[in-house]
């Protein structure tokens, strides 16, 4: 039989508007957005359906709406008795919405520690300090050589590797453009400097990863109702006692996407639904194997494609 897993969307898949079709439409989806809004203490709805786009990309803003819009997206996929998926798996930030799919977290838990989470790596590094590159058309051992020849003692490292074409690479922002160069001399197609805040899933996020760990030891975690595959492993994990460790480990980490995909895949994968915004995820699963369904819900427009054909 072939099988399901339902993905849920990291950083950098926000928009204005994102999560209202399904805060108007669906009842579980509005509960979803107003506990949120509970938890934190101030509108993210309204930041996520009407606010400025300046206030949505700052990182302390731009997790908590990306996971509140995904498990609203996901509780509205329940509510209209979508058979549930045989794995779940995120994308960086994307794990704690898979997370709560899986039952494991509680979503207010959640949006409190990714609230967290944004501040922390936010604060971690000075603005201009770090840097992130988009490397396309060069393998992962190229990219890690280059990584490790440009460092000269500072930090630059493959940060998500996203698909056997798509790697982001993370450092002092001086390594990163001296990788960039380097790669481009070796045959890469492009390398695009991207528009983030700070250097994510490199050696720079240390200080935020020792401040995430004491939040994560807090929390309370109880049974998979589904396995996930964890990003800093890529491996099938159905043991809740050790996802404190994964999460923790994921600040610093590189994200194994293409890993984690070629896994489930392996386990008898045959569709993906990306739950949440945008279609990123999408996207980069095609690059990995066009031989998948791949499916995506954040309105009620896509919710009922996918209804349908599930």
Request: glycine share 8%; hydrophobic share 40%; aromatic share 6%.
């Amino acid at each position: 039989m072939s099988k399901t897993a339902f993905i849920f969307p990291g950083q950098g898949s926000q928009s204005v508007g994102m999560g209202k079709d399904l805060y108007e439409n669906f009842p579980a989806a509005r509960s979803i957005f107003e506990e949120a809004d509970d938890a934190l203490g101030f509108s993210l709805s309204e930041m996520c359906f009407s606010g400025d786009e300046s206030d949505l990309q700052l990182t302390a803003n731009t997790q908590p709406a990306i996971l509140t819009t995904s498990v609203a997206a996901y509780k509205s996929l329940v509510d209209e008795g979508i058979g549930k998926p045989e794995f779940v798996a995120g994308h960086s930030l994307g794990e704690y919405s898979a997370l709560v799919a899986s039952g494991v977290i509680d979503f207010a838990d959640a949006v409190r520690t990714v609230r967290n989470r944004g501040t922390y790596m936010q604060e971690a590094v000075p603005v201009g300090v770090g840097a992130m590159a988009a490397i396309l058309g060069a393998d992962i051992e190229t990219v890690e050589a280059a990584c490790r020849e440009a460092a000269d003692g500072k930090v630059c490292s493959p940060a998500n590797v996203n698909s056997p074409s798509q790697v982001v690479i993370a450092g002092d922002s001086d390594a990163v453009d001296r990788a960039c160069e380097l790669l481009k001399e070796r045959g890469a197609k492009r390398a695009i400097k991207l528009n983030v805040s700070a250097p994510f899933h490199c050696a720079l996020m240390m200080p935020a990863q020792n401040r995430l760990e004491n939040d994560l030891a807090g929390l309370p975690y109880t049974k998979f109702e589904f396995p996930i595959v964890h990003n800093v492993d890529a491996a099938v994990n159905f043991d809740e006692t050790r996802v404190a460790d994964a999460l923790t480990r994921q600040v610093s980490s590189p994200v194994k996407w293409l890993q984690s995909v070629q896994n489930l895949i392996a386990n008898g994968t045959a569709r993906f639904v990306e739950v949440g915004p945008g279609k990123v995820l999408s996207g980069l699963i095609k690059q990995i194997d066009r031989n998948v369904r791949i499916l995506n819900v954040e309105d009620t427009e896509s919710l009922r494609n996918t209804q349908e054909t599930l």
